[in-house]
Nanobody, 130 residues
Framework: QVQLVESGGGLVQAGGSLRLSCAASGLPFSLVNMGWFRQAPGKERVIVAAISRSGRSTYYADSVKGRFTISRDNAKNTIDLHLQMNNLKPEDTAVYYC?????????????????????WGQGTQVTVSS
């Protein structure tokens, strides 16, 4: 059974930091491209960051570039995925989801297309006050 469980969300003031984590199990995650997405109230779910299965390649949405860092710790059938979020802004307020994409890529490949992701966590709320 595949499980992705996010944690680390909360309420923070603008300029503050949070570190999101995603504990994932049930897949050979060392072969899987991972991503963080977010969905603000009344808006579509969008990519925040993605990371290749090796961890050597990453992608960031322009809105978070330079402030957020995605990282992963691979084990055989589990993974810890993280999103370090610094200098948070009120517009970062959203529910954040981790997701796994089981399409086959080389060690530095990844997708930023929401539709390519097969497994999703339940989400964790991040609220940034001004």
């Amino acid at each position: 059974q595949v499980q992705l469980v996010e944690s680390g969300g909360g309420l923070v003031q603008a300029g503050g930091s949070l570190r999101l984590s995603c504990a994932a199990s049930g897949l050979p995650f060392s072969l899987v491209n991972m991503g963080w997405f977010r969905q603000a109230p009344g808006k579509e779910r969008v990519i925040v960051a993605a990371i290749s299965r090796s961890g050597r390649s990453t992608y960031y949405a322009d809105s978070v570039k330079g402030r957020f860092t995605i990282s992963r710790d691979n084990a055989k059938n589990t993974i810890d995925l993280h999103l370090q979020m610094n200098n948070l802004k009120p517009e970062d307020t959203a529910v954040y989801y981790c997701a796994a994409n089981t399409m086959k890529y080389d060690s530095i490949g990844y997708s930023i297309d929401l539709g390519d992701y097969d497994y999703w966590g339940q989400g964790t709320q991040v609220t940034v006050s001004s």
